[in-house]
């Protein structure tokens, strides 16, 4: 799924460079990797997939999706060998260290989408209970020992089990989205050092938003202006930092709909971010 339709504030205080300002993910927390032209982040820090979800698309991400044997490979080496993740910090309520993706049937039950950003839209892979099949020969990788999605107890929520002994290791395992765990970010392209490093000097929210816009920034981060867009391209707000009064920006008269806040910084560098009321 592309980011990003529903996003939710959920703050953690960070400090650094003689800054604080809140965000979804603490840096310290977060291990980094790359394959097959996306950029991924290993969250460790223990959130509902719903929450896990709102952070990923906070950080213009989804969570991750594993569509062939090479991805599910690659990011099970990540999780297991170099993320740095004990296991014993990500235990689901049976105990087994699990790692949230991207999967869900929350919207109709059996039909398992890629839906990373929490928007219910999303292609789906997988068709039923543990006896299902799946949809356009779309890569799997449930667990058979017990058998996978079982749906017990309302489990509409994807994720990858960690913990070696586990007798589906390696394997996908649907959980209730309660469960507080880690989670991956995927982003649909390879993100340099500095563009993580802008994602973490800003932090949009609410959104969805109904009058008013907070962003907390670096306050070494120079901004020039602060832009709203429609889905269509059409710039509707222009907004100097001078403008902003306790870092907010009033979106009142905004109708409903998506848009693009971009923030435009005096280094040419622009952060955007889809907002929606």
Same mark, same amino acid.
């Given at each position: 799924?592309?980011?990003? #339709?529903?996003?939710?504030?959920?703050?953690?205080?960070?400090?650094?460079?003689?800054?604080?300002?809140?965000?979804?993910?603490?840096?310290?927390?977060?291990?980094?990797?790359?394959?097959?032209?996306?950029?991924?982040?290993?969250?460790?820090?223990?959130?509902?997939?719903?929450?896990?979800?709102?952070?990923?698309?906070?950080?213009? /991400?989804? %969570?991750?999706?594993?569509?062939?044997?090479?991805?599910?490979?690659?990011?099970?080496?990540?999780?297991?060998?170099?993320?740095?993740?004990?296991?014993?910090?990500?235990?689901?309520?049976?105990?087994?260290?699990?790692?949230?993706?991207?999967?869900?049937?929350?919207?109709?039950?059996?039909?398992?989408?890629?839906?990373?950003?929490?928007? /219910?839209?999303?292609?789906?892979?997988?068709?039923? /209970?543990?006896?299902?099949?799946?949809?356009?020969?779309?890569?799997? #990788?449930?667990?058979?020992?017990?058998?996978?999605?079982?749906?017990?107890?309302?489990?509409?929520?994807?994720?990858?089990?960690?913990?070696?002994?586990?007798?589906?290791?390696?394997?996908?395992?649907?959980?209730?989205?309660?469960?507080?765990?880690?989670?991956?970010?995927?982003?649909?392209?390879? %993100?340099?050092?500095?563009?993580?490093? %802008?994602?973490?000097?800003?932090?949009?929210?609410?959104?969805?938003?109904?009058?008013?816009?907070?962003?907390?920034?670096?306050?070494?981060?120079?901004?020039? #202006?602060?832009?709203?867009?429609?889905?269509?391209?059409?710039?509707?707000?222009?907004?100097?930092?001078?403008?902003?009064?306790?870092?907010?920006?009033?979106?009142?008269?905004?109708?409903?709909?998506?848009?693009? %806040?971009?923030?435009?910084?005096?280094? /040419?560098?622009?952060?955007?971010?889809?907002?929606? #009321?």
């Amino acid at each position: 799924m592309k980011p990003a #339709k529903k996003i939710l504030l959920f703050v953690i205080l960070i400090t650094g460079c003689n800054f604080s300002f809140s965000q979804c993910a603490n840096p310290i927390n977060i291990f980094s990797f790359v394959h097959n032209g996306h950029s991924y982040e290993v969250v460790k820090e223990n959130k509902t997939w719903t929450n896990a979800a709102a952070c990923a698309v906070s950080r213009n /991400g989804y %969570l991750a999706e594993i569509n062939d044997l090479a991805e599910q490979n690659a990011i099970f080496t990540e999780l297991t060998s170099n993320a740095g993740i004990t296991i014993t910090s990500t235990q689901n309520q049976f105990g087994t260290a699990s790692v949230w993706l991207g999967g869900s049937d929350a919207v109709t039950e059996g039909n398992w989408i890629w839906d990373g950003d929490n928007n /219910g839209i999303g292609t789906q892979f997988w068709s039923g /209970g543990p006896n299902g099949v799946p949809i356009g020969r779309r890569y799997t #990788k449930w667990g058979t020992s017990p058998a996978e999605p079982d749906n017990s107890g309302g489990q509409d929520h994807l994720t990858i089990i960690i913990k070696p002994t586990a007798v589906n290791y390696g394997r996908w395992n649907d959980l209730i989205s309660t469960n507080s765990i880690y989670y991956l970010i995927e982003y649909s392209t390879i %993100l340099s050092n500095q563009d993580l490093e %802008l994602k973490d000097q800003l932090n949009i929210y609410p959104n969805p938003f109904n009058n008013i816009i907070t962003i907390d920034y670096n306050k070494s981060t120079a901004i020039d #202006k602060i832009t709203i867009v429609t889905i269509l391209s059409q710039e509707i707000k222009i907004i100097s930092p001078e403008e902003m009064t306790n870092n907010e920006i009033d979106v009142s008269s905004l109708n409903n709909g998506m848009y693009l %806040l971009n923030v435009h910084l005096k280094n /040419g560098k622009v952060i955007s971010q889809k907002i929606v #009321k």
